[in-house]
């Protein structure tokens, strides 16, 4: 029950931190983002830049991305967008704090540090998704080469 409390505790202070190291800020990114996922829910992935004079082909390289910042925008706006970076920011944080589970504590010095230092940096890109990503791959490789259970592996396949 002590380690429960403890990660609760984590919990509320990775969102409280987000809250107030998640800066509200968008790129200009942003607004291609959103565009560019409603035109998915639209017309499909269907190869092309809509946006460019050339006919140029368009491989989505995120569309899911695309589609959701698109959702979250036309449901709540640029607050939505700045809601969902701090939650982003503090998953982040959590996922470095269960990557410590033998030492709640340093796990969850890590995880403030994380906010501290990438809080920042995330704004409505698809690079955020990027953080937590590059994470797993860390966290799933740490577990393969600890257990050696392949199912470890089939994680990171699936984060391809």
């Known amino acids: ?57 368009y491989l989505y390289p995120h569309w899911l991305y695309d589609v959701c910042i698109y959702l979250v925008y036309n449901f709540k706006g640029f607050f939505g967008l700045y809601v969902m970076n701090i939650l982003i920011c503090s998953l982040g944080a959590y996922i470095v704090y269960k990557f410590y589970e033998d030492d709640k504590f340093f796990g969850l010095i890590f995880g403030i540090l994380f906010i501290i230092l990438l809080g920042v940096n995330i704004t409505a890109r698809s690079q955020s998704i990027s953080y937590i990503i590059f994470l797993l791959e860390i966290i799933n490789i740490e577990k393969f080469i600890k257990t050696g259970r392949n199912k470890y592996l089939v994680f990171l396949f699936m984060l391809l």
């Open 1 to 57: 029950m002590k380690k429960r409390k403890f990660d609760i505790l984590a919990i509320i202070t990775f969102v409280v931190l987000s809250i107030l190291f998640v800066m509200k800020m968008i790129q200009n990114d942003t607004f291609y983002y959103i565009k560019i996922g409603e035109d998915i829910l639209k017309y499909g992935v269907d190869m092309i830049d809509h946006y460019s004079i050339h006919n140029l082909k």
